[in-house]
């Protein structure tokens, strides 16, 4: 029986599993990986993110669950503090974060502490104008896409296609929206995603492309 967790069953077909790096096209890297833990080096290679990380404690549990996981995070907050520790270390030039209301203003506060200019988008995901959310920029010089109320889906989508950039990482990787769209760009993408099982789904889309794939154990 296959478990509505199991986000179509697409890590059947490829030898992945909690401990994975997997390497796409040898310049593409990605990690099953808790963000808790140390930054994987080729982190360091994104000189923009867009990461869509869990928007509160609850739903930083859910993720844990359903990646058959041990809750090791109790409060939000370290767990933000924590990515943005990540984002100072990878020092990318842009940084997109998607969030909801309830910690908007927090990641607001953080985010000029590291850039200049930050403003933030009115965005909605699923395509359902009444799941709203916000996108935050960040970046040391000034540019204002027109983004406001664009879906989630295609803010990703407009910037893999429009941001100057030559890799885009995503500290929550999830199923991939940003590593396949920066793929169809021929842009280089990493990125750490906590459930393999969800991460498989961005090898399954990509890989009609003929892509070579290699998985090695972590040590």
């Not at 509160?56 to 058959?68: C, E, H, P, Q, R």
């Not at 995070?73 to 503090?81: D, G, P, Q, S, T």
Request: aromatic share 16%; hydrophobic share 35%.
């Amino acid at each position: 029986m296959v478990s509505k967790w199991d986000y179509g069953g697409a890590y059947k077909d490829f030898d992945i599993n909690n401990n994975s790096i997997i390497t796409v096209d040898d310049n593409n890297f990605l990690k099953v990986h808790d963000i808790f833990k140390q930054l994987p080096n080729f982190m360091h290679n994104a000189d923009m993110i867009f990461t869509d990380s869990p928007w509160n404690l609850g739903n930083l549990n859910t993720f844990y669950t359903k990646a058959d996981l041990e809750h090791i995070c109790f409060n939000y907050e370290a767990f933000y503090k924590r990515l943005f520790k990540c984002i100072h270390e990878i020092n990318p030039r842009v940084c997109y974060l998607e969030i909801g209301k309830q910690y908007l203003a927090e990641f607001i506060m953080e985010m000029k502490k590291k850039y200049k200019y930050v403003t933030f988008y009115n965005s909605s995901y699923y395509h359902n104008k009444d799941r709203i959310c916000y996108v935050v920029r960040g970046a040391n010089k000034a540019r204002s896409p027109k983004l406001d109320y664009m879906d989630e889906e295609d803010i990703i989508k407009w910037i893999c296609a429009n941001e100057d950039y030559d890799c885009i990482g995503d500290l929550c990787m999830g199923r991939g929206l940003v590593g396949y769209n920066a793929y169809i760009n021929n842009k280089k993408f990493v990125g750490t995603e906590l459930n393999y099982k969800r991460l498989a789904v961005l090898l399954e889309r990509i890989k009609k492309f003929n892509i070579n794939v290699k998985i090695k154990e972590s040590s």
